[in-house]
């Protein structure tokens, strides 16, 4: 079902709109995933973080990681678990982006795996998804607070959060794989109040 997000967005691009059970810009929307678009979208999520396709935006991983961004799996899993929400940007029928939100606490929700196609970036789509995922985290989960996790070594993707609300906590949580040398997780908070 597409998510009302009701007359609460406060930084709609030009040309939003709000229609029926979607939020619209000319003809994009964003709602909750379903298992129909798991292969789509994580091909996108794919394009966006790795590889030589990743390279036509700016906030690719491409030069720092190799392998895999995600699974098919681990996208379903978070289709099945109740603390989690996986929100998808179709401009058409094609899916143009996603983000994922986890439930941390009664009162935190941390922000994911945002993901703009490569050649969409820079256009204030992301900004568009994140105050969005950011209003379904208010509704749905109850959130005060949003936090993100960003590879510590990306000065460039901290200081576009930083330009959306989001501070350094001066925490620094190991990487999830293990490399040498090692990278490190910066963890950035955001009051939604």
């Not at 939100?101 to 568009?128: C, E, F, I, N």
């Amino acid at each position: 079902m597409p998510l009302w997000f009701g007359q609460e967005i406060q930084a709609l691009p030009r040309g939003a709109r709000l229609t029926g059970n979607h939020t619209t810009v000319n003809d994009v929307h964003i709602r909750p995933a379903l298992e129909a678009d798991i292969p789509e979208l994580h091909a996108l999520v794919e394009s966006a973080y790795r590889g030589e396709t990743a390279r036509a935006g700016w906030t690719h991983e491409a030069d720092l990681l190799e392998g895999p961004r995600t699974s098919t799996e681990a996208l379903q899993a978070v289709l099945a678990d109740p603390d989690e929400l996986l929100l998808l940007v179709q401009d058409g029928a094609a899916i143009v982006g996603s983000v994922q939100l986890t439930r941390l606490s009664p009162s935190t929700t941390y922000l994911g795996m945002l993901t703009v196609k490569p050649g969409r970036q820079s256009g204030g789509l992301g900004k568009w998804i994140m105050n969005a995922a950011e209003e379904e985290a208010r509704r749905r989960f109850g959130a005060e607070t949003m936090e993100l996790s960003v590879v510590s070594q990306r000065a460039e993707l901290i200081a576009y959060y930083g330009r959306r609300g989001y501070r350094e906590t001066g925490e620094l949580k190991p990487f999830p794989i293990p490399l040498d040398p090692p990278f490190f997780l910066a963890v950035l908070r955001k009051p939604l109040s």
